[in-house]
């Protein structure tokens, strides 16, 4: 918590390291949340100006991943009403990187497939599966920061990230027309 305070006192190396150590975990929800990994940087931009002018009234700074959280889900939703783009999600990312009339070698093109249906099933995950499951891709959080994290008890965590991999691993399996649940 020191670097939390050091950063609410204005140091700007302690900020600099808290969004450092909590950069990978942001990326991947927003990212989740949004779909549109072309905007990331923009979002994250906002996230860091934001944080940069609020840290300072941030009550309780053994929350501040809680707090970080809230204010990235904030940015994000103001930066896509900003731009009248109202939902989003992980499989309507067009892959801007190579040019679809270029053929592909068959284990690529398999690949791409595969990380296509990985995505659009993570997608359709109700949001607080989606999250869990993300954070803790991330492996930089230990199971009770992610908990704390998204203010809940680690039970909880727990048990939304068992869940969110057993609805993945079902609808990869072939249950693709089951619906997954939206609770």
């Not at 609410?8 to 600099?16: F, H, M, N, T, W």
């Not at 499951?133 to 230990?142: K, N, R, S």
Request: proline share 4%; aromatic share 4%; with cysteine.
């Amino acid at each position: 918590m020191s670097l939390v305070a050091s950063a609410r006192r204005g140091d700007k190396a302690s900020l600099q390291e808290l969004l450092r150590r909590n950069w990978g975990w942001l990326r991947a929800m927003l990212l989740s949340r949004t779909g549109r990994a072309h905007d990331l940087d923009d979002i994250l931009q906002e996230v860091c100006v934001r944080v940069i002018e609020k840290i300072g009234a941030l009550r309780e700074p053994e929350r501040f991943r809680a707090w970080l959280l809230t204010t990235a889900r904030n940015t994000a939703s103001e930066f896509y009403r900003r731009k009248g783009i109202v939902t989003h999600r992980l499989d309507e990312e067009a892959d801007e990187t190579t040019d679809p009339k270029t053929p592909m070698p068959e284990t690529e093109l398999q690949g791409r497939e595969d990380r296509q249906r990985l995505l659009n099933v993570i997608s359709r995950l109700p949001e607080k599966y989606r999250e869990a499951l993300l954070m803790a891709c991330q492996g930089t959080m230990t199971y009770d920061e992610m908990a704390a994290t998204l203010d809940v008890p680690v039970t909880t965590f727990q048990i939304r990230l068992v869940r969110a991999r057993r609805m993945v691993q079902e609808q990869i399996a072939g249950r693709e027309n089951q619906k997954i649940p939206r609770s």
